[in-house]
T-cell receptor, first 114, second 111 residues
């Protein structure tokens, strides 16, 4: 079984709809992250959480919110989706702290906003 | 700025060597990483190098680090079609949570 799972894998929605993307991990890591990937732009950090009570904005948090329901679960919401939020979304985890910090990624959710 | 730069595309013939280059931003980064993203999948760590090293070799992979120029490269020897993917370099500036990814280089291996 995969260590980091994301649901759904694909989603098509309409402008103005509320969408939730879910991430679960079995690695026992405290740190979880949400990234967005756009072609030619690499990965941009949306939100990150270092434990259940610690949630922080990343570079591009506007239009997004998150919830850390448990150590193993970290959800990303788009309150009112817009077309420029069409992208590939990745959840990741890392053990932290420490200077060596490998990140473990889920398979991604492809979101299309019409 | 905080841009980690990579060229977007690289095309090589099967059996040749591939060299993917990266210019990073923060000389305090203790570790520098290379991640591989295969089609339809998330990123996976391929290799990494500690900042006090100039070179690291791991089977077909060679990582070179030039700290003076903030330049990192990944050489793949005897490139195979299975190496076709997007490769991301990444840095983690010391004392921050940040994990800064490059823009990614799409490697296409021609048979």
């Amino acid at each position: 079984d995969a260590d980091v799972t994301q649901t759904p894998r694909n989603r098509i929605t309409k402008t103005g709809k509320r969408i939730m993307l879910e991430c679960s991990q079995t690695k026992g890591h405290d740190r979880m992250y949400w990234y967005r990937q756009d072609p030619g732009l690499g990965l941009q950090l949306i939100y990150y959480s270092f434990d259940v009570k610690d949630i922080n904005k990343g570079e591009i948090s506007d239009g997004y919110s998150v919830s850390r329901q448990a150590q193993a679960k970290f959800s990303l919401s788009l309150e009112s989706a817009i077309p420029n939020q069409t992208a590939l979304y990745f959840c990741a985890t890392s053990e932290g702290p420490g200077t060596y910090n490998e990140q473990f990624f889920g398979p991604g959710t492809r979101l299309t906003v019409l | 700025g905080e841009d980690v730069e990579q060229s977007l595309f690289l095309s090589v013939r099967e059996g040749d060597s591939s060299v993917i280059n990266c210019t990073y931003t923060d000389s305090s980064s203790t570790y520098l990483y290379w991640y591989k993203q295969e089609p339809g999948a998330g990123l996976q760590l391929l290799t990494y190098i500690f900042s006090n090293m100039d070179m690291k070799q791991d089977q077909r992979l060679t990582v070179l680090l030039n700290k003076k120029d903030k330049h990192l490269s990944l050489r793949i020897a005897d490139t195979q079609t299975g190496d076709s993917a997007i490769y991301f370099c990444a840095e983690t500036p010391s004392g921050t949570y940040k994990y800064i990814f490059g823009t990614g280089t799409r490697l296409k291996v021609l048979a």
